[in-house]
């Protein structure tokens, strides 16, 4: 047997091999809004941390979707200055079918009306994959709205790797062979 024919043999037993023992990334999609209360007491000019009265959801779309508007959110308290970070999880719905975890707090601006925090963290959502978040949180002295987006850090799965991999290497050998002839 050639040397050509051993090579793309391995390659198309390397390729059946890697693509059926991979699982495939089900990344969580959407957005989801929740409203709330800050402690009364908080004043947003001279505080350094969010202390929650109440939370719920006002709007899911995605993989949220099927979360009831109004449904009460269980939420943490934490501080941005200096942040309290990570703060697991930030959020959770449902018993914790629905999460997220805080990994960043990047602080935006601050008044006596007004606070305003970004940052990034974990999704969980029971049956799929943990997913890379963006959130934005808005405060005025009663009201608080944190809407959570997914960054769409695409992933790549290792079967999609192996299979342009083995594509670039059998042409790259093709080639190779059609100049020596």
Known sequence: MSRFKQLLLGVTATLVLGVGSTAQAVP????????????????????????????????????????????????????????????????????????FDLTSVVFESQDRNHLNLTGSGMM???GLDSTPYIWDFTATRSAVNINFASTNAAVPEPASLLLLGAGLASLGLWRRKSSQV
């Open 124 to 126: 969980h959502v029971a």
């Open 28 to 99: 969580i999609t959407g957005e989801i809004d929740i409203n709330g209360q800050l402690n009364r007491a908080l004043n947003l000019a001279t505080t350094n941390e969010v202390r929650w009265a109440n939370g719920h959801v006002s709007h899911g779309d995605g993989d949220f979707a099927g979360i009831a508007f109004g449904e009460r959110v269980i939420l943490t308290n934490f501080s941005f200055n200096p942040p309290s970070t990570p703060v697991v999880p930030l959020w959770s719905i449902s018993g914790g079918q629905y999460r």
